[in-house]
């Protein structure tokens, strides 16, 4: 299977990459990783006339720790992310959930930032960017502007951004002091898209919950956050009773879909068990905060 | 759409060809390069028998398209074997009857190859998890595994030293070849550098590059 | 794929009837419809483009109507094939009066092989669901104008 013929550009600035999306709107697509665009376009179900290869700006391809936050070029694959020494001491979660997301072979070329853009509804950055709270910042004809996570997202493979526009930075807010995290996922093989995956993030002050943070993917159309279960969360006593009560308001909130990897019954379970366990490892983590 | 020259390193050696912006890297490897060892699979990124080491690290060929690999070190299998004398990956393989038909095999010791140099001691968990991009129909992959283990174990020996050649070590951070005078990619570029130097076992084992 | 759901609409039964017989706002509601041109009573050849965000296919075939019962019953079959593969739609919806509006009750089936399947079978309930709701807000506006 090959690939449409196309027109092929690779800007070594960002300014030269925006004018090319300028000049041909949603005709054009951006390369980055390629993990998802190129087997699209190897199979023919997307045919773009023109292709802006970003591999070559240099510029966009960094990891640093500023504004309280992991900031994320557009080119950094996700590879660099999982070594990261930054990541791991400050965005643990980041680190624990680019692990899962596809091979070593994926990594190696995709970007986390692409990841995002591409707004798979399994996809373990899109989950990550939404538990976090996190935003991007999208450069365009307009100039730049910010986007949170939930505004990011709109359904499936599908963002607010402008076909004329370019994700050149996303930012992970770092983990609070003390705070417990815990990614986990379920897949039918390791490297699968998740059938459900859940993320957790748990602040515990004077020995009741201070804050709550529950994202799921891959029950529904975007990254979903368990809001009505982090509020009964928030006040209470950390234990048992609690991640099972919580397990049951993430399965009543949620509407997953049926599909032949697995029935929407099977999501909501699962979104349960794993919501416990999540929160049970979140909670071995967690450090009494100041 | 125009034709472009292409020059890439293979092994070692260098290559030129003429691609269509839309010429996989696999078929360029294959066709233009005549190094056939390199198998097309999926032609989706599933399988893993297009596996190769771009500038050090493993990816799917069949993923790139020729043009994007202008001026990059490539590593294929073609490269493993010194004339007749098989790299000590490839004897474990033979060792342990990891292979049967061989369609998966290159992209299994591609995989292999850079799994070794950069985590030298692993459990069969993580290596089954290490492999778990590569896809065998023959096999059932216990071989597969216990060559891999193998592998290990001679290469720890200290036996090898040659096993891991130039051109199948990452040759750092790619915008590093780049010389231009921008002082803030520099510094960004220096700190992500600091960042992988400290980022643990791995950047320990690679040898560093002059 | 089986898919079902209601939808209540701002019109009469008879009004509802009309609207979902009537070839120009089955062209204008269907998502992806690009032309559909009348072959025999009931039946049309119809071009669709129909995907997700980059994810594209264009697919030529035929839309049917049957099984029609004034104001209360009809089949929608819509199916081609493309570059992608095949895909075939075949919808059952059912009208009565509620209040001054109509209830729809429709049930779905769709089914989509080829490359396409491979590719898209995960989400093809939830972009199911989600283009057949834009076609019945689609005529929701269109009844709300007054047709």
């Given amino acids: 299977m090959k690939p449409a013929a196309f027109e092929y550009h690779a800007p070594r600035t960002v300014d030269d990459a925006l004018a090319l999306l300028d000049a041909h709107g949603d005709d054009a697509k951006v390369l980055a990783g390629g993990q998802s665009l190129v087997p699209l376009m190897n199979m023919r179900l997307a045919r773009p006339g023109v292709v802006v290869d970003i591999n070559r700006v240099a510029a966009l391809d960094y990891l640093t720790l500023g504004g309280g936050a992991l900031r994320i070029g557009a080119l950094c694959r996700q590879r660099t992310v999982e070594r990261s020494a930054l990541a791991a001491e400050h965005c643990p979660l980041l680190r624990d959930a680019v692990r899962l997301v596809g091979h070593v072979q994926i990594r190696n070329r995709g970007t986390v930032v692409g990841s995002l853009a591409h707004a798979d509804p399994a996809a373990e950055m899109t989950a990550a960017l939404t538990l976090l709270g996190g935003e991007v910042t999208a450069t365009g004809p307009g100039g730049e502007r910010t986007i949170p996570a939930d505004e990011l997202f709109v359904s499936y493979l599908t963002t607010s951004l402008d076909p004329r526009e370019l994700i050149t930075e996303a930012r992970f807010p770092v983990l609070p002091a003390g705070a417990g995290w815990s990614w986990t996922e379920i897949a039918r093989r390791h490297g699968d898209f998740a059938l459900v995956g859940v993320g957790v993030v748990l602040t515990v002050r004077g020995g009741v919950i201070a804050d709550a943070r529950i994202a799921l993917t891959g029950v529904g159309p975007t990254p979903v956050r368990a809001a009505r279960a982090e509020r009964a969360l928030v006040g209470a006593a950390p234990g048992d009773a609690r991640w099972g009560e919580a397990a049951e308001a993430v399965r009543a909130e949620i509407e997953p879909d049926d599909d032949i990897h697995a029935s929407a019954a099977y999501r909501r379970h699962v979104a349960g068990v794993l919501t416990q366990r999540a929160l049970a490892e979140a909670h071995g983590r967690a450090r009494e905060a100041a | 759409m125009a034709v472009r020259k292409v020059t890439l390193r293979i092994n070692g050696k260098t290559y030129t060809g003429r691609a269509e912006p839309r010429k996989l890297l696999t078929d360029f490897i294959r066709e233009d390069c005549g190094l056939t060892g390199t198998h097309v699979g999926c032609e989706h990124g599933v399988c893993g028998a297009c596996t190769i080491l771009l500038d050090g690290e493993a990816v799917r060929s069949c993923l790139l398209f020729a043009v994007q690999a202008e001026g990059a070190e490539l590593a294929t299998v073609e490269g493993l074997a010194d004339g007749d004398r098989l790299h000590p990956i490839q004897q474990a393989y033979q060792d342990h009857h990891a292979l049967q038909c061989g369609f998966c095999t290159p992209g299994f010791l591609m995989t292999t190859l850079a799994l070794l140099r950069d985590t030298p001691q692993l459990t069969e968990t993580e290596i089954r998890e290490a492999l778990a991009g590569n896809l065998c129909r023959c096999t059932g992959y216990q071989h597969i595994v216990a060559a891999v283990a193998a592998a290990a174990e001679a290469l720890a020996s200290g036996a090898h030293p040659d096993a891991y050649p130039p051109f199948a070590r990452p040759a750092g951070h790619a915008a590093s070849r780049r010389r231009t005078a921008d002082p803030a990619r520099k510094e960004r570029e220096r700190s992500a550098a600091n960042d992988r130097r400290t980022s643990g076992a791995a950047s320990k084992r690679r040898p560093r590059q002059s | ?147």
């Fill in chain 3, 1 to 147: 794929m089986k898919l079902e759901g209601t939808q209540t609409l701002p019109a009469p039964v008879e009004t509802v009837w009309e609207s979902i017989n009537d070839p120009e706002t089955l062209r204008r509601c269907t998502p992806g419809l690009k032309e559909l041109s009348a072959t025999g009573p009931d039946a049309y050849a119809a071009t669709l483009t129909i995907g997700i965000a980059a994810v594209k296919g264009t697919y030529k075939g035929t839309l049917t109507l049957s099984e029609k019962r004034a104001s209360t019953h009809l089949k929608i079959v819509l199916e081609g094939t493309g570059g992608p593969g095949f895909m075939k739609g075949e919808g059952v919806v059912d009208l009565e009066p509620q209040d001054e509006g109509t209830l729809v009750k429709w049930t779905g089936d769709i089914q989509v092989g080829g490359l396409m399947a491979g590719v898209g079978q995960r989400m093809l309930g939830g972009v199911g669901k989600m283009l057949i709701g834009q076609f019945f807000k689609c005529l929701e506006q269109h009844l709300g104008t007054g047709a």
